[in-house]
Every structure is written in C-alpha cells, then in structure tokens.
C-alpha cells in the first residue's frame, strides 16, 4: 500500500486565488509526521510546513496552511494568495520516526500558477 | 553554512562503469539519506544512516552501496551502472526523529547512464 498518495498530477490556480493540494497518507505508527516540500524547475527542495500527529491545531507558515484530518489521514496543503513564484512541485512526505526517521514521499502535484 | 554538500552535479556514466556521488553536510547530523527521483516521481529511499559506522538499506537499494565513516560524510557507490539507474540523486541529513526537525537537502546529482 501506499503510504503517502497525492492524486492530483497538475493544479492551475489564478494569480491571487487559493489552492488546495491533496494528500493521505498510510501509517499504523501513532507517532508520524508529515511534511509538504516545494520542488522548483531549479530542482532543489524546500522545506514548506511541517504537522505532527500529536499537534491539536493546523500548522501555519505565511501563505501555507496544513488542513490536517487525523481521522480521514488527510494533510492537504492550502496556499493562499497564490503568487507566479508557487508554480512548482509540491510533495507531500511523511516521517515514521521508528523506521530510523525515513520519510515516505508522495508522486507529487505540478502547481501552475495564471497571471 | 554550507548545509549538505553534493558533487557532482551532472554526471553522464556509460554502461557498467562505476562512480560514487559524494554527500557532506557540516550541520552535526546524525542521520543521512540518499534518494533518487525519477522522472515525474516522487523520492524513493536508497540507503539510509543514522550514525557513523551504521547503514541500512531502503525501498531500492540494489545497485548501490554507501558507507558512513564519518558523521559528515555519508558517500552513494554505483557498481556496474545500468540504464536504469538514470535519475536524480538527492542527499538528506536530519538532526533528530522528533519535533519538527524536516530533512535538509542537497542540491541534487544528475545522473545519465548511456
């Protein structure tokens, strides 16, 4: 099974508008983290958001919210105010700390951002 | 601060040569990571370190060997490249298993085998 599944291959958003990128993940670990990075055309990572298992509220981080539904084992990614900077990669991941803290990545989903 | 450090950048290898993709990172990590990503993909796990001196093996690592002699330095060996090993190679090291601590990542080695 999967453990990290990203079902949207392309997203376009209209500059300004918010964007909800989707993300459920597979765990029978109680304690897990997940995590949304960013993959430019330039290839590097970068480090987005961050939510664990035990946090009671949605993380934020400026535009980036994490709708985190433990029950449904959903951690969708929200951008606010989308800018032509987003366009890019976005990977969801998801940190088992008892598998020597591997993190499990996503497929992935290409944001496109419209002036 | 340098982070975590890989060379090359681009590499193009023919069939059944050998090359190591070097990672350092100088952050005190203790745990290291080597990836691949293939075209349109997201990241696989190759090899994995939590310490100096200790390996083990991820999602896909044939083809592949790694050592960790130093807590900086956490190098991938490819034996007998094959096609298939065309792909991007990230490096990742972290500090610890909790909190919020995500990977740092290298800037990635482009590799294509011919």
């Known amino acids: 099974a999967q453990k990290i599944t990203q079902t949207q291959p392309g997203m376009f958003v209209q500059e300004k508008e918010a964007v909800t990128l989707d993300c459920t993940y597979d765990?029978?670990?109680?304690?897990?983290?997940l995590f949304w990075y960013k993959q430019p055309s330039s290839g590097e990572m970068i480090f987005l958001i961050y939510q664990g298992s035990y946090d009671q509220q949605n993380a934020t981080e400026g535009r980036y919210s994490l709708n985190f539904q433990k029950a449904r084992k959903s951690a969708n990614l929200v951008i606010s105010a989308s800018q032509l900077g987003d366009s890019a990669m976005y990977f969801c991941?998801?940190?088992?700390?008892?598998?020597?803290?591997?993190?499990?990545f996503g497929t992935g989903t290409s944001l496109t951002v419209i002036p | 601060n340098a982070g975590v450090t890989q060379t090359p950048k681009f590499r193009i290898l023919k069939i059944g040569q050998s090359m190591t993709l070097q990672c350092t990172q100088d952050m005190n990590h203790n745990y290291m990571y080597w990836y691949r990503q293939d075209p349109g993909m997201g990241l696989k796990l190759i090899y994995y370190s939590v310490g100096a001196g200790i390996t083990d093996k991820g999602e896909v690592p044939n083809g592949y060997n790694v050592s960790r002699s130093t807590t900086e330095d956490f190098p991938l060996r490819l034996e007998l490249a094959a096609p298939s090993q065309t792909s991007v190679y990230f490096c990742?090291?972290?500090?610890?298993?909790?909190?919020?601590?995500?990977?740092?990542f290298g800037s990635g080695t482009r590799l294509t085998v011919v």
């Open positions: 991941a998801m940190r088992e700390p008892e598998r020597g803290n591997q993190f499990y």
């Open positions: 990742a090291s972290s500090y610890s298993r909790q909190g919020t601590d995500g990977y740092t």
């Open positions: 765990t029978s670990d109680p304690s897990y983290g």
